[in-house]
């Protein structure tokens, strides 16, 4: 009996030692280069909740240089599996109770003074910030990317694997892409290039925090490659910090992602 | 012989006539000013809208993409529609217009357009060079990889003409694109014509769509007189068979259109309303007049003149009377906006759009001129003819007798 206790116990440290260390299984640097394809799926399966809701706050400070910075807050509620997601501003005051409706391949913009909805893309700046409004929406790297190259980098603290990626069809915004995915399966950096391999915007996601079994960003940096100003003779790029807050897997009411439930709010 | 007659009346009674040639030239002049600064405003937005969307008569061909061949083809059938409609163009134009997602970056600082407007220099820069430009050399345009942009564009970019400039679109499909340009030149446009439009090769806007090189979406006729744009339109639609929206360009400003059409209705408003007054002055100015002369009338009538030509010779004053007030109209009108038009104008964004590098601008249409001319002399004619008729049928021998 007591050898099969010990056996059990050794299994299960092993079961355990193997499970922990899942989100390392890309740690091996040397030997055969591994499939970035599934690479690139980890990396989206680990920050997407198929299997829940997710609502977070949001804080994003922007920072352009020479004009300042200011601050806005939103919650944001995401259902991954009907990839839909819905933003309601909560400051400042001036844009409380403005949001955004994603629906499929629809996304809706309400301004409350107005009281309509428009349409808006995907693809435009969020609130003039140098997020986009597609940042918010589940990853799909896999999905929209292939691979053309690869290396390894030391990206502080992280051993990554620096992936080339190229879009696979014509409407993803950002046809290229620079990716830094550390060894434990996590986007670290981001690097969005044009068609014609302008470099647009780099994104930083220095810490993640653990929701139930996936991940969530703690902090996200993205400096705009192309807006800035020179701050005392130094050329400054524009950038938005957000940092996530509160996250949650808590399941949401079907109606949270309705026209109807973001007028409500709103009043 | 009864012309010299009616003269010689005019001129020596001309303190009697003078009032009412006042009042016709006044009210002519009035009439005048009105019709030539429409015409000017409407010549004004006529230039800026074929340079905006290259043309005065637009054939839009669509967004859709298509290879080389398909777009060969459409052009081909385009052109042939142009050359039997019988119009003459000016100059013919392929354009591709982006619409407001384009932004232009230099030095961190960007600028979002309203319109990037891709052209062919070779076969449109002569209708584009009216542009006034206070940098660069418009001609430099030649360069596929040139740009022209706005004063505003440039001074909230800080850019100047030698500067690079990057182009953000996004293609066809959806992806984010960038491409390059060299300021060659820098314009001074209106607000809505010229603020935030970039004009760039059609062949490079085209690629960094995702398009192929030869790809259009407008072809836009020039004419030489921008108010036959409405006719050389429903001449080139007639030939094409409704196959593709043909338009003259003012169909693209709706409001605009509406706003020069109201100043018109107004000004052919004030001309009834000086019609009628001249008509009733006339009238109680002549009914005076063949009182005052019913001797003098009477002494005609004894000398052998005979009762049709008593009539003609009142009627022929009026005439007299209403050519010379139309004469002094067209002459204060013609003095007083060139006057006027010395004077620069203030650029508010409101009142730029009709402005002619800051003047006031102005046309004496001389078809518009002559019409009213016509109903003045028309008017001032129906208003004598009944005091005329009346001096026709004077007694002599009742009128000898008048003190």
Redesign the interface.
């Known amino acids: 009996m007591n050898r099969l206790w010990r056996a059990a116990l050794v299994g299960a440290l092993v079961l355990g030692a193997i499970a922990l260390s899942a989100p390392l299984a890309g740690a091996q640097s040397g030997g055969a280069a591994p499939d970035f394809t599934q690479m690139l799926r980890r990396a989206d399966a680990l920050v997407t909740f198929p299997d829940s809701d997710f609502s977070a706050l949001y804080t994003f400070v922007q920072d352009s ?1 020479g004009s300042g910075t200011s601050t806005k807050q939103a919650m944001v509620f995401r259902r991954d599996k009907d990839n839909t997601y819905l933003i309601i501003l909560v400051k400042p005051l001036d844009d409380k109770g403005k949001g955004y409706l994603k629906s499929g391949n629809n996304l809706w913009f309400y301004d409350p003074v107005s009281r309509r909805f428009t349409f808006t ?1 995907a ?1 435009d700046r969020f609130q003039n910030m140098n997020a986009r409004n597609s940042d918010f929406t589940r990853s799909n790297l896999a999905g929209d990317y292939k691979v053309t190259g690869s290396s390894r980098q030391k990206l502080g603290r992280f051993d990554c694997w620096v992936l080339d990626l190229e ?1 696979r ?7 290229r892409m620079k990716i830094w995915i550390s060894d434990d399966g996590l986007v670290r950096k981001t690097e ?1 290039y ?3 391999g ?1 470099h ?1 915007r780099t994104t930083a996601f220095p810490v993640y925090q653990q929701v139930g079994t996936r991940f969530v960003p703690q902090t996200v940096v993205i400096l705009d490659e ?5 701050v005392n003779g130094v ?1 400054v ?2 950038k938005t910090t957000y940092t996530i807050e509160r996250p949650s897997l808590q399941p949401l009411p079907d109606a949270t992602f309705t026209k109807a439930w973001l007028e409500n709010l709103s009043e | 012989m009864l012309l010299q007659v009616a003269f010689r009346n005019f001129t020596r009674n001309s303190r009697r006539f003078l009032l009412l040639g006042l009042a016709i030239c006044a009210g002519y002049f009035f009439v005048c000013s009105i019709q030539s600064l429409v015409s000017g405003l409407s010549r004004q937005i006529n230039v800026r809208g074929a340079r905006y969307y290259g043309g005065h008569v637009i054939i839009t061909r669509g967004k859709e993409a298509a290879d080389a061949a398909t777009l060969a083809s459409e052009d081909r059938r385009i052109m042939d529609a142009i050359q039997r409609s019988g119009v003459h163009p000016a100059a013919i134009s392929h354009r591709t217009h982006y619409g407001v997602d384009g932004v232009v ?1 230099f ?4 600028v979002p357009m309203r319109r990037v407007i891709g052209m062919d220099w070779k076969t449109e820069g002569s209708m584009i060079s009216g542009l006034q430009v206070v940098a660069g050399n418009p001609g430099d345009m030649a360069d596929p990889h040139g740009a022209m942009i706005s004063e505003v564009t440039a001074r909230r970019l800080g850019a100047k003409v030698g500067d690079q400039v ?1 182009l ?1 679109v ?10 390059n340009f060299w300021v060659k030149a820098i314009f001074r446009e209106v607000s809505i014509f010229g603020y935030y439009t970039l004009y760039v090769d059609r062949a490079e806007l085209d690629r ?1 769509l ?1 398009f192929d090189p030869a790809y259009f979406v407008t072809v836009g006729v020039y004419v030489d007189d921008y108010r036959a744009a409405d006719r050389a339109a429903a001449r080139i639609n007639r030939e094409l068979g409704g196959r593709y929206p043909v338009e003259p360009v003012v169909t693209f400003m709706t409001e605009i259109r509406t706003l020069l059409r109201a100043l018109s209705a107004v000004s052919y408003g004030i001309l009834v309303l000086l019609a009628v007054v001249i008509a009733v002055g006339i009238l109680n100015l002549y009914r005076v007049i063949i009182y005052e002369r019913t001797r003098e009338i009477g002494t005609m009538r004894a000398i052998g003149i005979q009762r049709p030509q008593v009539r003609n010779l009142i009627l022929l004053e009026a005439f007299l009377l209403a050519v010379c007030g139309v004469a002094g109209g067209i002459l204060l009108t013609f003095l007083v906006l060139t006057g006027v038009s010395l004077i620069p104008v203030g650029g508010s964004a409101g009142l730029d759009i009709f402005l002619d590098r800051g003047h006031l601008s102005w046309v004496m249409n001389a078809d518009a001129l002559a019409v009213d001319a016509l109903l003045v002399v028309l008017v001032t004619l129906a208003g004598a003819f009944g005091p005329a008729r009346a001096a026709r049928d004077i007694d002599p021998a009742v009128a000898m007798r008048t003190d």
């Open positions: 240089p893309s693809k879009a069809s014509d409407d993803i915004a950002f046809p969005d044009s068609y014609s302008q647009l192309l807006r800035g100003a020179k050329f790029k524009e | 970056f030095n961190g600082e960007s990057t953000q996004n293609r066809d499909g959806g992806a984010v694109n960038t491409v960094a995702g």
